[in-house]
Each structure stands twice: as structure tokens, then as C-alpha cells.
């Protein structure tokens, strides 16, 4: 089972950005799924994250109101759509499947992960 991440790149403050997340196989439909980014010397954090049905999300405070997680159980995809880029949104984005139907911020939850696709936001 793989999940591939893309969409990463380099842009300029404000710009935007969507990464997409697509599964080898439908297997991720009934699990709630995640973004998470690490950057250099911090540790990896959930940015937002989706219930399996899409009926919950969860933004962290630093992304509120720009980042918008969706997911497409029929095209076995995971999507972040990343608005006003900072500088701070600098990082590698990795999305991760969980173990249960709903969300976790925890990465230790989440049983499947993509290879990251780096984003990186210039001032």
C-alpha cells in the first residue's frame, strides 16, 4: 500500500499551493486521514486532518482560515489547499492514513505514510 504525495514547490509569500494525496488502493475510505509537516530541526506536526466521511476536520491555529483539507473517497485522494503561503509554512508535507475512522492529531495514530513533497515559501 502506498501513498503518494505531490504537489510541493517553491513559491512566494501569498501565493497558493494544493497538495494531493492519492492511495495505491481503496483502503483508505473507511479511515481518517492527515497532513502533517515537518520542518528543519522541529519536530512533525498535524496540520490538518479529516474524518473519513468528511464529516470533522481539524486546522491547526497556525493554518486556520488558509489551509482547507478535502478528501475524495471515490478517487481514493486526500487534497490540502494552502492559501496565503508564509514563509513559517516552509517544510515537508506528508499525508498519513489513521488507524480509525475518525481524526488524530497524533502521528503516532496513523498507520500509513506518504514520502513528503516539500513546500517552500520565499519571503
Known amino acids: 500500500v502506498q501513498l503518494q504525495a505531490s504537489g510541493g514547490g517553491l513559491v512566494q509569500a501569498g501565493a497558493s499551493l494544493r497538495l494531493a494525496c492519492v492511495a495505491s488502493?481503496?483502503?483508505?475510505?473507511?479511515?481518517?486521514m492527515g497532513w502533517f509537516r515537518q520542518a528543519p530541526g522541529k519536530e512533525r506536526e498535524c496540520v490538518a486532518a479529516?474524518?473519513?466521511?468528511?464529516?470533522?476536520?481539524y486546522y491547526a491555529d497556525s493554518v486556520k482560515g488558509r489551509f482547507t483539507i478535502s478528501r475524495d473517497n471515490a478517487k481514493n485522494a486526500l487534497y490540502l489547499q494552502m492559501n496565503s503561503l508564509k514563509p513559517e509554512d516552509t517544510a515537508v508535507y506528508y499525508c498519513a492514513a489513521a488507524r480509525g475512522a475518525s481524526y488524530s492529531i497524533n502521528s503516532s495514530l496513523y498507520n500509513y505514510w506518504g514520502k513528503g513533497t516539500l513546500v517552500t515559501v520565499s519571503s
Open positions: 479529516i474524518s473519513w466521511n468528511s464529516a470533522s476536520t
Open positions: 488502493r481503496r483502503m483508505f475510505s473507511n479511515n481518517g
